[in-house]
């Protein structure tokens, strides 16, 4: 069973619509991230989530909206979409313990290409 | 604010040959973790190797080794006997504890028969 899904793998669509991305992971971890890969393959995160609540939101757009139901769903969904939201979006899971966090456990990603 | 620079964008190997990917990163912090991960065309983020600030012992893996040199805030790996599944991009990333994955902007890896 894969460790930290998302769906979908490919997304294609118009600027201007709404589009969300889900993320599940079955680990039981309490932290759930998103991260944006740009074109040039950077890596930088844009939420993370505790226990469904928000603990880092690194100055994103008001367009993008995560949402976590339970501590294992973070989604993502995002408004009235630009052409400079194209990238790959990574889920990813992780878990506290005594000596800090292991690692990070990503999903496939998901690549968005805005037309 | 922590910061992490890898300055060697690309490399390339011949295959059974060892070569060292850089890490500098930038911190005030004492307690914190460093790790490489790998991204082969797939687009699957997978981790290499994991070091502990608190330990002075190099961590490996295999074929995969790094040189941790706290006080010069350098983390490098070191690929042995390189393989054609090694060709990949490779990051270099830091997090203190309770914090967030920072990433330096990756190494791609080429791996030549």
């Known amino acids: 069973d894969t460790a930290v899904s998302q769906t979908p793998k490919y997304l294609v669509t118009q600027m201007g619509n709404d589009k969300s991305i889900k993320c599940e992971q079955n680990?039981?971890?309490?932290?759930m991230y998103w991260y944006k890969q740009d074109s040039k393959k950077f890596l930088k995160i844009m939420f993370s989530y505790n226990n469904k609540e928000l603990i880092i939101n690194e100055t994103v757009p008001n367009r993008f909206s995560p949402k976590s139901p339970d501590k294992a769903h973070l989604n993502l969904h995002i408004n009235s979409l630009e052409l400079g939201d194209s990238a790959v979006y990574f889920c990813a899971s992780s878990q506290e313990r005594g000596r800090g966090v292991e690692k990070l456990f990503f999903g496939s990603g998901t690549q968005l290409s805005v037309l | 604010a922590q910061t992490v620079t890898q300055s060697q964008p690309e490399m390339s190997v011949q295959e059974a040959e060892t070569v060292t990917l850089s890490c500098t990163y930038d911190?005030?912090?004492?307690?914190?973790?460093l790790f490489w991960y790998k991204q082969p065309p797939s687009r699957q983020m997978i981790l290499v190797i994991r070091?502990?600030?608190?330990?002075?012992q190099n961590a490996t893996e295999n074929r995969f080794s790094v040189n941790f040199q706290k006080a010069a805030k350098s983390f490098s790996l070191k690929i042995s006997d390189s393989q054609l599944g090694d060709t990949a991009m490779y990051f270099c990333?830091?997090?203190?504890?309770?914090?967030?994955?920072?990433f330096g902007q990756g190494t791609e890896l080429s791996v030549k028969p």
């Open positions: 990333a830091f997090m203190k504890k309770g914090g967030k994955l920072i």
């Open positions: 680990l039981g971890h309490d932290t």
């Open positions: 911190t005030s912090e004492s307690n914190y973790y």
């Open positions: 070091q502990e600030a608190y330990k002075q």
